[in-house]
């Protein structure tokens, strides 16, 4: 006889049991040296996970920046997180733009809500994309903490194309970069020079994490977004910019401030890099962009 039981609604819920000696997955690594899993379909079953998080009434709010031309990204990633991301949960978007008229009206499901954030806009797309952390670490503690439990930090030019829950959720998270998950340490892209504040040196390292989907507790993401800002700021006054901007900072983040979850390369898909075989679902994927147009 089970100690307790989950209880779905007022329905005794019941699920294949765990097997101790048939683990889901031999294919990739699903834990890290410091016991935090990396989440790949076939390791979690989302009823028992969706059982304890609406059991604990979770708010998640989804970061997003839509600054000059990527407003045109806009409607198709709230169109399709409102299929996949959080379904069932309750989800605020926060969408920071420097044109607030060019964020179209949608309709959302009970229980979501979209709030628009008027914020200016930076000259250099570098200024853009770094100064991210700053603007997230900021409402961090003048609104976020009030409105919500978790933050998802996220690029815009992607879009859900499968189901996206609250098996994400941890203290801090981050993402695989599909562009690096099967490479050795010498092969990440971290910055090498010692003067950076970003700089690791060769012989450390565990993941190369994406710059484009990291979240956490508010008061992780706060720390998180603080450090990254901080230590761009000090960077700044020392003429150097780290190469892959606020990814760099945010990968020295991780190295000395371990995620306590780490989400795979089914959070972060790229379709110009084709379909490995471990990759069993396409959850949140790059929308190609003519990068001449949009960027200038
Ligand atoms: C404009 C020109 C060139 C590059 C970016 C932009 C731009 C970015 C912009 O005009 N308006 C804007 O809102 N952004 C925001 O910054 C938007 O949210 C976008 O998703 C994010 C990052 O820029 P993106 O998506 O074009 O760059 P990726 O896909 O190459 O991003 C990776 O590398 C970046 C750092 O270079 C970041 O770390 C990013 O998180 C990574 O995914
Ligand atoms: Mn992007």
């Known amino acids: 006889n089970p100690k307790y039981v989950i209880y779905c609604g007022t329905k005794r819920m019941l699920y294949p049991k765990p097997e101790t000696l048939n683990p889901p997955r031999t294919d990739v690594l699903t834990i890290t040296p410091w016991f935090a899993p990396i989440v790949w379909n076939g390791m979690y079953n989302s009823d028992i996970l969706n059982a304890h998080f609406l059991q604990r009434g979770v708010r998640i709010g989804l970061t997003v920046f839509a600054i000059k031309k990527y407003t045109v990204f806009v409607k198709t990633f709230i169109e399709t997180a409102e299929k996949f991301f959080m ?15 060019d964020i179209p009206n949608i309709t959302l499901a009970e229980g979501r809500q979209l709030v628009i954030l008027n914020v200016p806009s930076y000259q250099r797309w570098q200024e853009v994309s770094m100064r991210r952390m700053e603007m997230i670490r900021d409402l961090s503690h003048q609104r976020f903490n009030k409105e919500v439990d978790y933050l998802v930090c996220v690029d815009v030019d992607m879009q859900f194309s499968d189901e996206v829950g609250v098996e994400i959720l941890s203290d801090v998270f981050g993402t695989l970069h599909p562009g690096f998950y099967g490479s050795d340490r010498q092969s990440f892209t971290y910055e090498r020079r010692p003067e950076s504040q970003a700089f690791i ?58 995620p306590t979850k780490i989400l795979s390369i089914e959070y972060l898909w790229d379709n110009s890099f084709g379909v490995p075989d471990l990759l069993k679902r396409r959850r949140f994927v790059a929308v190609p962009k003519n990068h001449e147009a949009i960027r200038n």
């Not at 379904?87 to 008229?101: A, E, F, I, S, W």
Request: charged share 25%; glycine share 8%.
């Open 87 to 101: 379904v069932g949960h309750r989800v605020n978007y926060y969408v920071y733009t420097d044109r607030p008229n």
């Open 201 to 258: 040196p060769a012989d450390e390292g565990d993941f190369y994490y994406a710059g484009g989907f990291f979240g956490g507790t508010i008061e992780e993401v706060y720390k998180l977004t603080d450090f990254c800002h901080n230590a761009m700021m000090t960077d700044k006054e020392h003429n150097i910019e780290a190469i892959w901007h606020d990814e760099s900072y945010l990968n020295k983040y991780f190295l000395y401030h371990k």
